[in-house]
């Protein structure tokens, strides 16, 4: 049996630090956006004092943001570690012709049309606002508006 004191550990990765950060980061702006998407409208969020997973609206936002920006770091830091390896499937130095061209055209019309989509709001990418509108609006009612004269906790 071997025991962690003879195995001797592996130097460290930046290679391996950036794909789990960009990856962690990931998984936090999906369950983040989740969140963000499923929570009530913002005052009605405060007025119901919404929680999910003991977090606010207000705290799921600055979730989302902060991971956000972090995410761009460390996508950016593994693609600058991962250069060559990108480069490899893009282009053949041995062939000099670009490769994988089905699939970077694929990728770039994808992300070209639901871009595109959801800029004309039109499906399937509106689906997604509209779920979100309902979840912030109908889903959770609504209630009578604030007092102008007093101030809500």
Not at 57 to 67: D, G, K, M, V, Y
Request: glycine share 8%; with cysteine; net charge positive.
């Amino acid at each position: 049996m071997t025991t962690s004191a003879s195995t001797p550990r592996p130097p460290f990765s930046n290679r391996a630090t950036a794909v789990f950060l960009a990856g962690f980061t990931f998984l936090g702006l999906a369950l983040s956006g989740l969140a963000i998407a499923l929570a009530p409208a913002g005052r009605l969020a405060t007025q119901l004092h919404w929680t999910l997973l003991g977090l606010s609206r207000a705290q799921w936002e600055s979730l989302h943001l902060t991971l956000g920006m972090f995410f761009l770091l460390a996508a950016g830091w593994h693609i600058w570690l991962h250069w060559s390896v990108i480069t490899n499937l893009l282009w053949s130095a041995r062939a000099r012709v670009i490769c994988h061209r089905r699939e970077v055209g694929l990728a770039l019309v994808l992300v070209g049309a639901l871009s595109a989509l959801a800029i004309a709001d039109l499906p399937p990418a509106n689906w997604l606002t509209d779920t979100s509108d309902y979840f912030k609006r109908s889903f959770w009612g609504d209630l009578p508006p604030l007092d102008q004269g007093h101030r809500r906790p």
